[in-house]
T-cell receptor, first 116, second 114 residues
Framework: AQTVTQSQPEMSVQEAETVTLSCTYD???????LFWYKQPPSRQMILVIR??????QNATENRFSVNFQKAAKSFSLKISDSQLGDAAMYFC?????????????FGPGTSLSVIP | DVKVTQSSRYLVKRTGEKVFLECVQD?????MFWYRQDPGLGLRLIYF???????EKGDIPEGYSVSREKKERFSLILESASTNQTSMYLC?????????????FGSGTRLTVV
């Protein structure tokens, strides 16, 4: 069965600095999707960034980028120029591709604090 | 603005009560999901549905049931609420044909069973 691990329950970063959140996953599939979701105190879960496993290029969305290491099954999230609004729970997630009916598997989450 | 709406933000129920959590989406999505969120455990899938009147068990279906009579509405039912069902419940939906897009989530219902 696929699993997603986030080894950092809590992280903190100074405002304007860079922080990296770690994620590893386990799968025997070769084609899949990886996601990072953000859940602020408002509780509305928001998709931050996604990566398709067949693409070698790391995804980037403004200040958010990933380091996708397929062989190592690692998918870390880098937040540059951290802002107060980045404080949230961050969930790494995995989904197998090629089926319309499959579920997303989430990691346990990392709580990120941003220090002014 | 497209959205997933969960009818209650906070809910307090008594042990043994039958509890209904409602979720409605306006995006014409085929797939809908109910997750439970607990600290340190992340999100765990309870049930999902990929069409009207269709349902599939997730990882932790015990003590729960679901209903999907209309495409836009997916209800989670706690047949006899227990204190270990105190949790945050998140509803999500997804366009079946757009795998890469991930989910759209509701704002969650924090259920307390006393």
């Amino acid at each position: 069965a696929q699993t997603v691990t986030q080894s950092q329950p809590e992280m903190s970063v100074q405002e304007a600095e860079t922080v990296t959140l770690s994620c590893t996953y386990d799968t025997s599939e070769s084609d899949y999707y990886l996601f990072w979701y953000k859940q602020p105190p408002s509780r509305q879960m928001i998709l931050v960034i996604r990566q398709e496993a067949y693409k070698q290029q790391n995804a980037t969305e403004n200040r958010f980028s990933v380091n996708f290491q397929k062989a190592a099954k690692s998918f870390s999230l880098k937040i540059s120029d951290s802002q107060l609004g980045d404080a949230a729970m961050y969930f790494c997630a995995y989904r197998r591709s090629g089926t319309s009916y499959d579920k997303v598997i989430f990691g346990p989450g990392t709580s990120l604090s941003v220090i002014p | 603005d497209v959205k997933v709406t969960q009818s209650s933000r906070y809910l307090v129920k008594r042990t043994g009560e039958k509890v209904f959590l409602e979720c409605v989406q306006d995006m014409d999505h085929e797939n809908m999901f109910w997750y439970r969120q607990d600290p340190g455990l992340g999100l765990r899938l309870i049930y999902f549905s990929y069409d009207v009147k269709m349902k599939e068990k997730g990882d932790i279906p015990e003590g729960y049931s679901v209903s999907r009579e209309k495409k836009e509405r997916f209800s989670l039912i706690l047949e006899s609420a227990s204190t270990n069902q105190t949790s945050m419940y998140l509803c999500a939906s997804r366009d079946r044909g757009l795998e890469v897009r991930g989910y759209t989530f509701g704002s969650g219902t924090r259920l307390t069973v006393v």
